[in-house]
């Protein structure tokens, strides 16, 4: 089970950089991805990092987010900059089985999900 960590309160502009662990296994059989929701809003996917290290960022945070992994695998990392008000949202960690990384947009795809950490940005 992903279990994320990082998240707190940030004023616009900032910068916020979430943790993601496992369990201490590693993440070369997964694709990784990290998601986000705002109150009374659906789960939107942010960023997603497949076995082979490539890389895939969701429209509203493209050029502002960066994903990565140590190099033993078993931390994933979301590095938020230029953060906007209407990034405030609980930010969830999840892994999937297809470690290719297709269809790396679609909820259904992970298979483990975190508990979620809370970013808010402040105006």
């Known amino acids: 089970q992903p279990l994320e960590s990082g998240g707190g309160l940030v004023q616009a502009g900032g910068s916020l950089r979430l943790s993601c662990t496992a369990s201490g296994r590693t993440f070369d059989k997964y694709t990784m991805g990290w998601w986000r929701q705002a109150p009374g809003k659906e789960r939107v996917f942010v960023a997603a990092m497949n076995w082979d290290g490539d890389t895939y960022y969701g429209n509203a945070v493209k050029g502002r987010a960066t994903i990565s992994r140590n190099n033993a695998k078993t931390r994933l990392y979301l590095q938020m900059d230029s953060l906007k008000p209407e990034d405030t949202s609980v930010y969830y960690c999840?892994?999937?089985?297809?470690?290719?990384?297709?269809?790396?947009?679609?909820?259904?795809?992970?298979?483990?999900w975190g508990q979620g950490t809370q970013v808010t940005v402040s105006s």
């Open positions: 999840a892994a999937s089985r297809m470690a290719s990384g297709i269809y790396y947009y679609r909820l259904e795809t992970y298979d483990y």
